[in-house]
């Protein structure tokens, strides 16, 4: 059985050495100094460890099951849910008027890192009341927002998403899912909406979905989707509870992985439904979820790494198997912990390596969206849209890589499901698929966000690159280890950014058969980047004499390792999107 | 669910127009002709299509079911497994004398190739047999021959090969299975073994365990190891069945794939065991295996990735969503097939130039083995043996990297087990642990491969690579395509041999922290010389006006993008293998 620890250290070291939360000019953050987030993390790595984390093995093995139009979540789920509730941690950075505890949106997703590393599949009943919350906080009536938000914030009602349909997932323009006006201001829906996320459970009251359709008569394709909130009861003036609405569960998947979590085939059979916002801007209120949505989605890649790190660490560590190249290292044992060898190693570290700067990252991105939000700062908006696609690309499709990687330490026992191992794999997985396939977050980066305004939120990123850099040349200890491998992989990601410009003009495809490539590319210089400043955040605290070293020593140690062992991927990458789309789409269909 | 047919032109094409089998003088190798091997990949293609590929669903669902001391297969296993014996396919390249057809090993692997494709956990049954076969026809007495090849060859019985234990794996030195001279010429076994692939189930009248253990007083650690072979039943000098012997299967496993085949935990009671060949020398036994054992596992990467690949290119084809960015390809229809998008192209072109490329290595290999076996060639034995750790460790990485690219291209619908998408990832996901750990993969290349004989076989391998491209230098259509990314790779890998020369002598950690990177390099570097040949070979067939110009045509296309997309790969392992182990070695263990 795999244990975990909540990574508190890490967490409060991105949150005060690299993005000195309390020191910035937010709403709200110069109450996140170090004693209070470190408490708040302290007591979300409590119930990460103590409560959620035992029943993920629980939640794989049992699945959920459903009877009779009933979902019965896994053994223990619903104690669990109540005892997140109570906590409080479902609303924290929600409105206070709703419930909420109106914390800034960085120590939300801080806080959410250990559940989400101890319990995946779990912690998405409340990831998506999450999003139905922002949803209806951005688009819906005041008169909505009193009767849905305060249950929602707290979960004891929760929320879901319904997009995809049988025939439609990225091209939701060919939706089917039909809206009629039932004459009182609601709709008639009706349709068939799958792979929802918790679409029903056992675990609350009620259940409000958010739901995609189309009103009739409304324009062709993409224009013509609105967004409807759906309730599986209909909610009384009063706030009680009333009939059963004409949605149900028609089928829940078997999938590879997040057992725990139910995905449902939802059927609306003339379901009452209310528009949220305008008429035909569903997409517009989608959109605005997006990065949030996204950056939490690339936020689970990483924290599933997170977790099977940890428990291939310690495996590492036990596991006695042959001795050191170099000679016994604990000759009084029968054989050396394998820990000793440089293969393992080097994966540990590159596991190690990405998650610190995914980590780093991904709360880089928490503050630029309260920045965007909280101070209306038109660049942090450009700019976490720039790296939304990014964040969620390239952190799962490494998540999944390093949850693999850690698998592998175990060798055989990593194959069998009692050890857990496979586990951190196969819930993984679902990331890279999910709330947009990494083929589109790549679409989407090279598509759309490279040329955005003008192209200048890559401007401002490749800016920011370079005068990292140029402030800190005179730092000797960074210049060799930190900034030439970052002004190389940077000068490459620029080189492709210009290839992009010169062919893919004409020839869009030039563009996009190299898009894949540009984005891991990217996701390597946002994390060199990242080591960079958190080498340098580093070398400060063991300047001001801090004391714990050892902790400091290997946060550089660390970024030294990614830098020299990961930033030579931009090259590789480069090398690729050159070659254009010529030998990308030289067969005919009929000849794969 | 998905769908398979065996690639019998590919195959073909391979043993013809690449290695032209046919014309080798190794015995046996006459009898190929074109005729005769489509012939028999016909048949194997049919069995696969039809019998096993049924099944692969099945076994993954039903798995293996314990209840009192009998192992049950999955529904249907037994029926298909007496197809596979009547139709003659488990002893293909065994020797006449015991039953088998005498066929080269290079036409028994073809024609295992899309048996394994079609069904992985099934095809192990006989893959295990196949290996007792040969531990016996090399090291077992004519006794033990005449006993139990003829049963094992047509796979009445079937073999296991038991080496790991609770407490070892890679490191069989502290191997505890005890045995103990029974005073008539047999000994008496004792221990636990685990991870018995096939250990115990009901296809079979018996199984013949092969099985390391210690002979008391023995020599310490590896060199104390010896083999005995272990029947389920006894077996009477008449050949009729005897007494049930003490070995019982304990456990079996869940496992996150290959669920069809028992993964069985072993318990030997003072069961009777026959040593075979010499005392303490049971490893040199199963070296005697290995190249061959890890040459299949290395086919079962790519033909998983195979597998995958031909159902995403069918899903691509038919999944309509979204249009051609150039603009509608398919105006009558309501959106354009995904397979117009570069990047779902990018994706399908990574798998089908692996695949194919990955294919002609694992017959190269074949081919060698034959060499080695038949022509008591010592160089192909040298060559074999190189070759045969980047064969399975790079085949088995990319073949899980592969099937898990194909289940991408389903978006949502890969992560639903139904759709048989995820099947494919899970299953492949053991070859890269078992018959050796990939770690285990490298450190065997670079820690002993490289340097054995003097160096004479990674020579061989750079010459051998050199003079195809000196040869071939004043074909202009080879040139800029496939001979200078090929030179370029191939620098690459030199000089990453060089660096190890250089910095791994003193250092040894500075070798082994690249190994793995050195194993995909060579990997790249041999996929990569296979291309440049089946291109030569391809361009060939045109020039001799060949009926089947799209086929020739669309391997050239395939290899032109293996060389500009993959090859790249080399200089990003060579800049990495070039740091040494200064930043992997750099951490203490405790501050992981």
């Known amino acids: 059985m795999p244990s975990f620890t909540a990574p508190i250290k890490d967490l409060q070291f991105v949150l005060h050495d690299l993005l000195k939360v309390s020191e910035q000019d937010i709403p709200g953050y110069a109450d996140l100094d170090r004693d209070f987030t470190s408490a708040v993390l302290e007591e979300a790595g409590k119930v990460a460890s ?267 560590n036990d596991r006695l198997q042959g001795r050191a190249v170099t000679g016994a290292m604990y000759p009084e044992k029968a054989a050396d912990p394998i820990i000793v060898h440089p293969d393992i190693r080097r994966n540990l570290m590159d596991q190690k390596s990405f998650v610190e700067g995914a980590r780093a990252l991904t709360l880089w991105g928490a503050y630029l969206i309260d920045r965007a939000h909280k101070n209306k700062d038109a660049a942090a908006d450009g700019l976490i849209s720039l790296l939304t696609p990014v964040i969620k690309g390239f952190q799962t499709d490494k998540g999944f890589e390093y949850a693999t990687a850690a698998q592998q330490v175990y060798g055989g026992h990593g194959y069998i499901e009692e050890w857990g191992m496979s586990q951190y794999a196969r819930d993984a997985r679902i990331a890279m698929i999910y709330e947009g396939a990494n083929g589109i977050q790549a679409l989407d980066l090279v598509g759309r966000k490279l040329a955005q305004d003008g192209g200048k939120h890559v401007m401002a990123f490749f800016d920011l690159v370079k005068s990292f850099i140029k402030d800190n040349e005179g730092n000797a200890a960074l210049k060799s280890g930190f900034l030439d491998p970052l002004k190389a992989a940077s000068k490459d990601l620029q080189a492709a950014g210009m290839y992009f410009m010169q062919n893919g003009m004409k020839t869009p495809n030039n563009a996009l058969a190299g898009s894949y490539d540009f984005m891991h590319m990217m996701g390597h210089v946002c994390l060199g980047l990242m080591w960079a400043q958190m080498a340098k955040a580093a070398m400060e605290a063991l300047d001001a004499g801090t004391e714990d070293k050892a902790f400091y020593e290997t946060k550089i140690a660390t970024g030294r390792y990614y830098m020299t062992r990961q930033l030579p991927a931009t090259a590789m990458h480069l090398a690729r999107i050159n070659t254009g789309a010529e030998t990308v789409m030289a067969l005919e269909a009929a000849n794969f």
């Not at 941690?89 to 806080?111: I, K, N, R, S």
């Not at 829906?189 to 409000?208: P, R």
């Not at 949605?247 to 059979?269: F, L, P, Q, R, W």
Request: proline share 4%; hydrophobic share 40%; charged share 15%.
């Open 50 to 316: 103590e409560v959620l984390h035992p029943l993920n093995a629980v939640g794989d093995r049992e699945g959920c099951v459903l009877e009779n139009g009933i979902v019965r979540t896994p053994t223990g789920f619903k104690a669990a849910f109540d005892a997140v509730r109570e906590g409080g941690w479902t609303g924290m950075d929600c409105p206070e008027e709703f419930g909420g505890q109106g914390l800034p949106y960085v120590m939300h997703t801080a806080a959410q890192e250990p559940m989400v590393s101890a319990n995946m599949a779990f912690n998405m009943y409340q990831g998506l009341t999450h999003g139905a919350v922002s949803a209806i906080l951005f688009h819906g009536s005041d008169a909505q927002k009193a009767t849905y938000l305060p249950k929602l914030v707290s979960c004891e009602w929760t929320g879901t998403m319904n997009l995809t349909e049988p025939h439609c997932g990225t091209d939701l323009g060919m939706m089917r899912t039909k809206a009629v006006p039932n004459g009182d201001g609601s709709f008639a829906i009706t349709g068939q909406k799958i792979f929802i996320s918790a679409g029903e459970h056992d675990m609350a009251d009620n259940i409000i979905h958010l739901v995609l359709a189309k009103i009739q008569g409304g324009p062709e394709g993409i224009k013509g989707v609105s967004l409807f909130i759906v309730p599986k009861y209909m909610v009384n003036e009063d706030g009680s509870m009333g009939a059963r609405n004409g949605v149900s569960v028609g089928k829940i998947e078997e999938k590879m992985g997040i057992h725990g979590n139910a995905t449902c085939v939802m059927n609306y059979d003339g379901a009452t439904g209310f528009l949220v916002g305008e008429e035909h801007k569903g997409m517009r209120a989608m959109f605005t979820m997006m990065n949030e949505a996204r950056l939490g989605v690339g936020l689970q890649g990483y924290a599933q790494a997170e977790a099977a790190y940890q428990n291939a660490v310690a495996y590492a």
